[in-house]
C-alpha cells in the first residue's frame, strides 16, 4: 500500500478525527502505551461507538434490520489511525536508535582518553616511586630515593634544635626572672593562659627551673645573676640595688601552685572523658612525687568507693532460714552471702570497665591499676568479708568455717576471672606483675585466719563438737548401767564407764559455757536429741535404742569428716594436707573407733560371755547389732583407705603414721569382733552339747515292737539341736556376711560334728537304734548343707556322720569290708563306734574286727 500524501492523511486525520468525535471515540500512542490496554475492551469500545442509540438502548416495537454500515465506517477509520500511528511510532523509534547509536560512539571516545590519562598517571607514579626509592632507570642513572629520606630527617632534626633553642632561651629567661626579679611571670602567663597544652609545658619547664636552682644555688638563695663572680680572687659584693631570692621556694611554690591546677585540669578531663588530655597531665605530674598525687586523685574520686562508702557499713542481713542451714551440718551450705557476693559481682565489672581508661588516661598504667585493685581488695572487699565471717562467727564454728569457704572461693573466681580477662591487656592475660598484684591481694584477705593452726583447730572443734553432741545419749546410756547384764541391752552398759563416766555434766558443762553461741548451743541440742530449754540440772533420758549403733548416725560422721576435709583441701595451703588429714582422721578414729564401735563391740562380748554358760537357751541378740558393726567398720575402711590416705602421699612420714594408727585402730575393732563370735560359737556349742545330752539311752535301743513312725522321725534331741541351730544360723546370716559368715557357720559345722561324734560314743546301739541314729545323722548333714559356708567347710565334713551311722546298720561282712577301706588311724576311731553295737560280741563283728 501506498503510503498517503500529507494532504490525504491530514485529511483522514481531520475525518477520523470528526467520526471518532461524533461517536465519542479518540486514541492516540498514550492510550497504547497504558499498562492496562486490553484489545478486547479496545475492540468493544469502538463497536459500542457505532450502534446507533436506538439500538442500544433496546428493541423497539417494530423489528428493524441490522445496518452494518456504521461499523465498517468506524473500523475503517480506526484502521486508518492505528495505520498512522503505526508510522509515527517507527519514525520515532529510527530517531532513539540513531540517538543510542551517537552516544554509544561518544562513551567509546571518553573511555579510551580515560586510559591514555590513567596510563599516563601510572607512569608517572611509577616513575616517582623509582625516583623515591633510589632504583636504577633505564640508562643506569640512580634518583635519589634515599636522599629525600634523609633531607626529611634533617629537617625533623633541625626543628627539633630549633624547638629546643627556643624552649632554652624561654628558660634562661624564666631563670633571669626568678634570680633577678624574684618572680616567675612568663611562667604565671602561660599557667593563667587554661591552654591545657601550655599547662603541661609549664609543668616540664618548672621542673627544669628547680633542677637549675638545685645547681647554681644550693643554699636557696641567688643573687640577682647568680652566684657573684670573683674578681681577682675576690667576690664582688652586690650593690644595693641587687637582692636574694630565694629561688628555690619560689619554683617550689610555684610548683605546688601548678600541680593543683593539673589535678584540678585532670579532673575536668575525666568529666569529659577526654583521655588524651588526662594522659598528658599524668605525664606531667609523673614528676611530682612520682604521680601519687594523680593516682590518688584518681582512685580516691572513683564513683565506685563514694556510692559503696555507705554500704560496706549496713548491717548483714538475710532470711533465718539461710542462716540456719549455714549451720547446720546435715544441710547443704546455702552458698556466699548475697551482699558479699553482690559487691563481688560488682568488682568484677567495674575492674573491667576501668581498666580500659587507665589504658587510656595514663602512660604508667600499671601502677595505676595496681593502686586501683589495692584500693578495692583493702577496703571494700575486706569490709565487708569482715563483717561476713564476724556475723557467721557469732552462729557457730560450722557456719564461720563454711561462710570462709564460700567467700574464699567466690573472691577467687573474682581473680581468676580479672586475669583471664585481661583488664589492661585486654583482650591477652594480664601481665605477671598485675598477676602477682591480684594473688597477694587475695592472699592478704584472708591470711588472718591461717595463721599458725588456727584454721585446723576452728576445724577439730568443729567435728569435736558435732561428735560429741551425736554420740552423748550413747556415752550416757553406757556410763549409766553399772550392773552385771542380763539381757543384750543391759550389757551395753558395761563398756564406756571409763571413757565417758562424766560425759553429761561435761557436755552440759560446755553447752553452758559464755564463749558457745546461743545458736550454735541451741544446733548442738538439736543434734544430741535434746530440748532447747534443758539444763543442767535435769536428767537426761535414755532408751535401749540410744545405746545400740546407728548406720545413719556413722554416716552423718563420714559427712561431717569428708566436709573438713575438702574444706581444708580449698583452704589449706597444700603441704599443710597431710597434717590436716591426719589431725581429723584422728578424731574420727577416737570418736567413731573407740567411744563408738569398741564400745558396742566390748559391750557384745561381755552379752556374748554371759551366755557361754547359761541355763537357758543363749540369748543371741548381739548378734543382729554385728551387721551394723561391720558395716560401719567396712565404711571407716574404705574411707581411709581411697580418701583420706591418697591425701597424705606427698609426706610419707605422715602416711606411715595415719597408716599406723588405722591399723591398729582396725586391727583391735576386728579382734574384739572375732571374740564376739568365738564367744557366741563357745556359747552355741555349750548348748548345743546340753541339748545331746537329754537324749535317752532307749532312744538308740528302741524296743522291737517300737512305731513305724517313730523310727521314721528324729529323736527329741535332735530335733531341739536342729530347731537352735537353724535360729542360730538365721540370726548369724542377718548379722554377718562374706567369710565372715562362713568362716563363722564352717566352725560351728566342725564343733556340731564334734559333739555328735563324741555323743554317739555315750550310748549302745542296736540294729534298730542304728536306723534312728541315721536318721538324725542325715538330719544335721542336711541341716549343715543349708549353711553358705562356701570354700570355708569342707565339702564332704558332715558326710562323716552319715558314714558312722552306717557302721550300726551293716552286715559284719559289710563291715570288714568298710574296715579294711579304711587307713590306719580311722581304723581305730571306727573300731570304737563299732564297739557301741548291741551285737558288737557277736561272732561275726568280732571276726570283722579281729580281721584287721
Avoid at 413 to 441: C, F, M, R, W, Y
Avoid at 478 to 485: F, T
Avoid at 524 to 551: N, P, V, Y
Avoid at 737 to 749: C, D, I, K, Q, V
Amino acid at each position: 500500500m501506498s503510503r498517503p500524501s500529507a494532504d490525504t492523511a491530514s485529511l483522514l486525520s481531520h475525518t477520523t478525527s470528526r467520526t471518532a468525535s461524533s461517536r465519542g471515540l479518540v486514541f492516540t500512542l498514550d492510550t497504547f502505551d497504558d499498562k492496562d490496554f486490553i484489545v478486547k475492551d479496545f475492540v468493544e469500545s469502538l463497536s459500542d461507538s457505532a450502534v446507533p442509540a436506538s439500538r442500544r438502548s433496546g428493541p423497539s416495537s417494530g423489528q428493524q434490520a441490522f445496518d452494518p454500515k456504521p461499523l465498517i465506517r468506524t473500523f475503517e477509520h480506526a484502521l486508518a489511525r492505528l495505520t498512522t500511528l503505526s508510522e509515527e511510532l517507527e519514525e520515532r523509534e529510527n530517531e532513539l536508535s540513531g540517538a543510542v547509536r551517537r552516544a554509544e560512539a561518544q562513551h567509546n571516545q571518553n573511555v579510551e582518553s580515560l586510559g591514555r590519562k590513567l596510563d599516563g598517571s601510572i607512569d608517572k607514579f611509577q616513575s616517582l616511586d623509582i625516583s623515591l626509592n633510589g632504583t636504577s632507570n633505564i640508562d643506569g642513572s640512580h634518583q635519589g630515593g634515599n636522599d629525600a629520606v634523609r633531607i626529611g630527617e634533617q629537617l625533623e632534626e633541625l626543628d627539633r634544635q630549633r624547638q629546643r633553642a627556643k624552649d632554652a632561651v624561654f628558660l634562661i629567661r624564666c631563670w633571669q626572672e626568678v634570680s633577678e626579679k624574684g618572680d616567675l611571670s612568663s611562667l604565671e602567663d602561660i599557667r593563667s593562659s587554661r591552654v591545657e597544652q601550655n599547662i603541661v609545658r609549664c609543668a616540664h619547664i618548672a621542673r627544669q627551673l628547680l633542677k637549675i636552682s638545685t645547681r647554681l644555688d644550693p643554699d636557696g638563695s641567688s643573687h640577682v645573676n647568680g652566684n657573684s663572680p670573683a674578681v681577682n680572687g675576690v667576690k664582688r659584693r652586690p650593690t644595693q640595688h641587687q637582692q636574694r631570692y630565694p629561688t628555690r621556694e619560689i619554683i617550689e611554690k610555684f610548683l605546688e601552685n601548678l600541680e593543683q591546677d593539673l589535678l584540678k585540669q585532670f579532673d575536668e578531663l575525666y568529666g569529659r572523658s577526654n583521655y588524651d588530655g588526662m594522659r598528658e597531665c599524668a605525664i606531667a605530674l609523673r614528676d611530682f612525687n612520682d604521680g601519687a598525687s594523680v593516682m590518688a586523685t584518681y582512685v580516691n574520686q572513683h564513683s565506685f568507693f563514694i556510692d559503696r562508702n555507705q554500704l560496706i557499713t549496713e548491717e548483714i542481713s538475710g532470711d533465718a532460714e539461710t542462716w540456719d542451714r549455714l549451720q547446720d551440718p546435715d544441710s547443704e551450705p546455702p552458698g556466699v552471702e548475697p551482699s558479699l557476693q553482690s559487691l563481688v559481682d560488682e568488682v568484677r565489672i567495674v575492674v573491667q570497665e576501668e581498666s580500659a581508661v587507665i589504658r587510656r588516661a595514663f602512660p604508667y598504667y600499671d601502677e595505676v591499676l595496681t593502686r586501683f585493685i589495692q584500693r578495692i581488695f583493702q577496703q571494700s572487699i575486706q569490709q565487708r568479708l569482715e563483717m561476713v565471717l564476724g556475723k557467721a562467727n557469732e552462729l557457730s564454728s560450722l557456719a564461720f568455717l563454711r561462710s570462709l569457704q564460700a567467700s574464699r572461693t567466690y573472691i577467687t573466681a573474682l581473680v581468676d576471672d580479672l586475669k583471664s580477662h585481661g583488664l589492661t591487656e585486654n583482650p591477652e592475660p594480664v601481665t605477671s606483675q598485675i598477676a602477682a598484684v591480684l594473688d597477694q591481694q587475695l592472699e592478704d584477705l584472708f591470711v588472718p585466719y591461717f595463721v599458725g593452726s588456727s584454721y585446723i583447730e576452728r576445724e577439730k572443734k568443729n567435728l569435736e563438737e558435732l561428735y560429741s553432741s551425736l554420740l552423748l545419749k550413747f556415752t550416757i546410756y553406757h556410763a549409766r548401767r553399772r550392773k552385771m547384764p542380763t539381757t543384750y541391752f543391759a550389757s551395753l552398759a558395761q563398756r564406756g564407764k571409763e571413757l565417758a563416766a562424766s560425759a553429761r555434766d561435761a557436755y552440759m558443762d560446755r553447752l553452758d559455757s559464755t564463749d558457745l553461741p546461743v545458736t550454735q548451743k541451741a544446733m548442738l541440742l538439736r543434734i544430741a536429741g535434746l530440748k532447747e530449754d534443758h539444763s543442767e540440772k535435769k536428767d537426761i533420758e535414755t532408751s535401749d535404742e540410744d545405746g545400740k549403733l546407728s548406720l545413719p548416725n556413722a554416716k552423718r560422721m563420714l559427712k561431717w569428716l569428708a566436709e573438713g576435709v575438702g574444706r581444708g583441701l580449698e583452704l589449706s595451703p597444700g603441704n599443710e594436707t597431710p597434717k590436716d588429714v591426719q589431725n581429723l582422721l584422728n578424731l574420727l578414729l577416737t570418736h567413731m573407733g573407740e567411744i563408738y564401735l569398741e564400745t558396742a563391740l566390748d559391750a557384745a562380748s561381755d552379752h556374748a560371755a554371759s551366755q557361754e554358760t547359761s541355763k537357758t537357751p543363749p540369748d543371741l541378740t548381739h548378734l543382729p547389732s554385728l551387721h551394723t558393726l561391720t558395716t560401719i567398720l567396712h565404711l571407716l575402711q574404705q574411707t581411709t583407705t581411697t580418701i583420706l590416705l591418697p591425701l597424705c602421699t606427698p609426706n610419707l612420714t605422715i602416711r606411715r603414721e595415719i597408716e599406723k594408727s588405722t591399723s591398729t585402730t582396725l586391727t583391735t575393732l576386728e579382734s574384739k569382733l572375732s571374740n564376739i563370735l568365738n564367744l557366741t560359737l563357745t556359747a552355741t556349742l555349750n548348748w548345743v552339747s546340753k541339748s545331746l545330752a537329754l537324749q535317752k539311752k532307749t532312744d538308740f535301743r528302741p524296743k522291737d515292737d517300737a512305731d513305724l513312725a517313730y523310727l521314721a522321725s528324729e529323736t527329741p534331741a535332735c530335733q531341739a539341736v536342729v530347731s537352735f541351730l537353724n535360729r542360730v544360723a538365721a540370726q548369724s546370716t542377718s548379722a554377718l556376711s562374706g567369710r565372715n559368715l562362713a568362716l563363722f557357720l564352717a566352725e560351728l559345722a566342725r564343733g556340731l560334728r564334734s559333739l555328735v561324734l563324741t555323743h554317739l560314743l555315750k550310748f549302745s546301739i542296736s540294729l534298730t537304734g542304728g536306723l534312728v541314729v541315721t536318721r538324725d545323722m542325715t538330719k544335721y548333714a542336711e541341716l549343715v548343707r543349708g549353711w553358705p559356708t562356701g570354700e570355708e567347710l569342707e565339702p564332704e565334713a558332715m558326710n562323716v556322720l552319715v558314714d558312722v551311722a552306717n557302721l550300726f546298720v551293716i552286715a559284719p561282712e559289710a563291715l570288714r569290708e568298710r574296715l579294711r577301706g579304711a587307713g590306719g588311724s580311722d581304723v581305730q576311731e571306727l573300731k570304737q563306734f563299732i564297739a557301741r553295737r548291741e551285737d558288737v560280741g557277736s561272732v561275726g563283728v568280732q571276726a570283722a574286727l579281729s580281721a584287721i
